[in-house]
């Protein structure tokens, strides 16, 4: 490999670049000082634009203006100042072809070794409340993604630099190799650049999609690494977590891990379902999940009180599960979850005593989740599907009591109103087909997961470790038959709720009179597949 030596009079073959002039031109000034400082020393003239350039003087760096490299002022309020053919020329040049180093020479165009870009902070001003249209728009950056994207693609003879986190790596590798900067270091830079204006150009697009259609016809978003991961849902398979760029809430935004292995792929998926299941009460509430649903579930007057009831459940299926908890747990909690296989618990805090007793298990993840932010009410469910992506909104919220009717000749009693309501907040979290059957606002069975609806009701029926004399039933979407609720009728359950419109909704309000028993049509189903 040759060296680009980065003047505009000889003809050079990609390799190693030696960088003797640099643009810089920056919104976030972290760093820059430091950067351009080490710059100079090495020897590298600076061209820089009007905020940039005062930035540094003040720090006593010498750079040259941007209308002097050019020839041309900057105008427009500062809205054209980078965009001249003069800089692209000399970032775009492939300095291995003779008739564009000629071009170079002819046209009297310095050579631009290394571009130093960050954007207009459009991501930040988009995200504010109340903000005018018209400072979002004017903080959509041109210029800079152009520099941006026209180093990044001639990378073999320029580099690129979008983030002040490569700034000391980019200083030592110069300081260290006489200022040269290798290709492979130029490419690593590129890739970074390219992602950097997919995602600001993302943001852009999208911030315009909500404003203007609920469902536009490009879907943009971008997703930026938080966590590599041990392994997928099996140990051959590789996986990472991501978060979509800039979200407002992740699942692991303000989510400390105090002890234990490494999260994997099946913990987070859990644990993400534990959290919107504990996020539907306000008193104090546990949940226990397990293969992505819920085995048990309870709200109390206290943690330890919803956590015995949720164990209840299914002590079986509660073996290696996700527990999360609505709360700050104390120490009474963590000496009953000492004596269960727990693979992660995660609660709004741990008093004293808690931890110390949790630690005495060595892998048992302990996640302190400090998160109050609600997930924003417009964001969407995805489904990745082969080539594509399956986008809805969020089952978000429970209808209200006086959105249900009551279909059947005995009205609900209040305590089986608590019941049936509780139960349905639980039901839309399990998988379909869903049954929950509760008792004293605990789950007392949960049919999850079945090809028939009656087979469901059997499981969560069977699953009962608790007599279900007066117990209440939710189906997340309506019986076909009545053999399901009758099954459930015979068990001792007094109360059901389900979404209704099946053509024999009869036929099962007819069983439910016929048992005494009180029914509650749903304003809508919950189907979760």
Partial sequence: MGTTEGTASE????????????????????????????????????????????????????????????????????????LNPRIYAGLLAVRSKPEHVSTLEEQEIEPIDLVCVNLYPFERIAGRRGIPTEEVVENIDIGGPTLIRAAAKNHPFAAVVVTPESYDAVLEELRMGDGLLSEQTREALAMDAFAYTAR?????????????????????????????????????????????????????????KLHGKELSFNNLLDLDAARRVVDEFEIPAA????????????????????????????????????????????????????????????????????????????NIR????????????????????????????????????????????????EAEWGEMLFAWKVCKHVRSNAIVIAKELG?????????????????????????LSGAALASDAFFPFADGPQLALDAGVTAIIQPGGSRRDEEVIDACNAAGAAMVFAARRHFRH
């Fill in 443 to 467: 789950t007392a069975g949960i049919g999850a997961g079945q090809m028939s609806r009656v087979d469901s009701v059997r499981l969560a029926v069977d699953k009962a470790l608790v007599p």
């Fill in 200 to 256: 600001y150009d993302a943001a852009i697009a999208r911030w315009f999609s909500e404003r203007e259609d609920d469902f536009p016809a490009t879907y943009p978003r971008v997703y930026e690494k938080v966590l590599d991961l041990p392994y997928g849902e099996n140990p051959h398979q590789r996986a990472a977590y991501y978060a979509l760029a800039n979200a407002r809430t992740h699942l692991l935004s303000m989510v400390s």
């Fill in 287 to 362: 949940v226990i999940v397990k293969h992505n649903n819920p085995c048990g579930c309870a709200v109390g007057g206290s943690a330890l009180e919803a956590f015995e009831r949720a164990l209840a459940t299914d002590p079986v299926s509660a073996f290696g599960g996700v527990y999360c908890f609505n709360r700050a747990i104390g120490r009474d909690v963590a000496e009953k979850l000492h004596e269960v296989f727990v693979e992660v618990v995660m609660a709004k805090g741990y008093e004293d005593g808690a931890l110390e007793v949790l630690q005495q298990k060595e």
């Fill in 11 to 82: 003809v050079t073959q990609p390799g190693a670049v030696r960088i003797r002039r640099a643009l810089l031109t920056v919104s976030d000034k972290r760093g820059l000082v430091d950067f351009a400082r080490g710059l100079t020393e090495l020897g590298v003239e600076i061209v820089s634009t009007g905020g940039t350039a005062r930035e540094l003087a003040e720090a006593g760096i010498e750079s040259r203006a941007i209308d002097d490299y050019t020839g041309f002022p900057e105008m427009l309020d500062g809205r054209v100042k980078t």
């Fill in 366 to 413: 302990i996640l302190h989740d400090a998160e109050r932010r609600k997930e924003p009410v417009q964001d969407r469910d995805g489904r990745r599907v082969r080539g594509g992506l399956l986008v809805q909104d969020r089952d978000e919220d429970i209808e209200l009591r006086d959105e249900m009717r009551v279909v059947t000749e005995r009205q609900p009693t």
